[in-house]
């Protein structure tokens, strides 16, 4: 139990918590607008890769940042015409994007490095520059869907796209701008990864993050303060499974490494009783069909 209480651990959560925070933050502008966003996973191993690469071809870890970032709006932008302008199937064409996503990020990293090479480490960002990045992009987050006449559009296209069309909100035009705004997100998330706590690119870098962070949505409520709290709380599980295989104990490590997905899915299933999911979520929208 000392183990979670220890400073190294709390900073070891912030650290891996601050990526699938970021892509929580992109699954809820992009959910609010009705927009299923399954392919968050494959957005951030984008982003990943590109601010990795980016990073290492010019030492910055900020162009990294903002190379993922770039790469996750480009992400969003696919995905946004695929559901949005083609209407296909959201849950569908999200498992396909994610899959596509790895197999191609994984192509082109093993063009770059061929198998033996060993990928450089990049330079890294602290801690506290990547928190203000995340605290930033909360607070903008908070501030769009309750300050501002375009974040109230994006929910009122979540609740009900054909009301809002009525009102002369340009539903499409919001669908694809809160698509591209999430896969951004998820994409500097991705890039946080490897130019924050890890300095590295390795195939299937995020670990199923996408995933989560579409479980902690859901879990907050699509609300921004709660999803970051339960990013931390998966952050805190996953630093404690990495403190606790290094003890002397006879729980197969299996069972650590499961912990903050278990924890995580636990949070969730207790939750999503309470959770309000946007009315049209997935629903594609056409005009003159109710």
């Known amino acids: 139990m000392d183990v979670l209480f220890k400073i190294a651990t709390i900073e070891a959560a912030i650290r891996l918590g601050l990526p699938v925070a970021l892509a929580a933050l992109g699954a809820i502008i992009s959910e609010r607008s009705g927009v299923l ?10 982003g990943a890769l590109g601010g990795y690469m980016a990073n290492e071809a010019t030492g910055s870890p900020w162009l990294g940042l903002l190379v993922g970032l770039l790469v996750g709006a480009f992400a969003g932008a696919i995905l946004a015409g695929l559901v949005v302008s083609m209407r296909t199937n959201q849950v569908v064409t ?148 990495l403190r606790l295989q290094g003890t002397a104990t006879e729980v197969p490590y299996e069972v650590f490494l499961a912990l903050p997905y278990v924890v995580t899915l636990i949070a969730l299933v207790l939750r999503a009783r309470v959770s309000r999911t946007p009315s049209a979520l997935g629903v594609p929208y056409v005009r003159g069909v109710s």
């Open 37 to 46: 966003n399954l392919g968050l996973e494959g957005m951030m191993l984008s």
């Open 94 to 241: 999200g498992i396909a994007f994610t899959l596509v996503a790895a197999a191609v990020t994984t192509y082109l990293f093993q063009l770059r490095w061929s198998i033996g090479d060993v990928p450089p480490r990049v330079q890294r960002l602290g801690m506290t520059p990547l928190i203000i990045v995340t605290l930033v992009c909360l607070v903008s987050v908070w501030f769009l869907f309750h300050r501002t006449t375009i974040g109230l559009a994006i929910a009122a296209v979540g609740e009900s796209p054909a009301s809002a069309d009525a009102l002369g909100y340009p539903v499409v035009k919001l669908r694809w701008m809160a698509t591209m705004a999430g896969g951004a997100l998820a994409g500097l998330g991705g890039s946080v990864l490897v130019n924050g706590p890890l300095g590295l690119f390795i195939e299937g870098v995020t670990a199923g993050r996408g995933w989560v962070a579409l479980a902690l949505v859901v879990f907050a409520g699509w609300k921004p303060f709660p999803a970051v709290a339960g990013a931390f709380l998966f952050g805190l599980c996953d630093a404690a499974q």
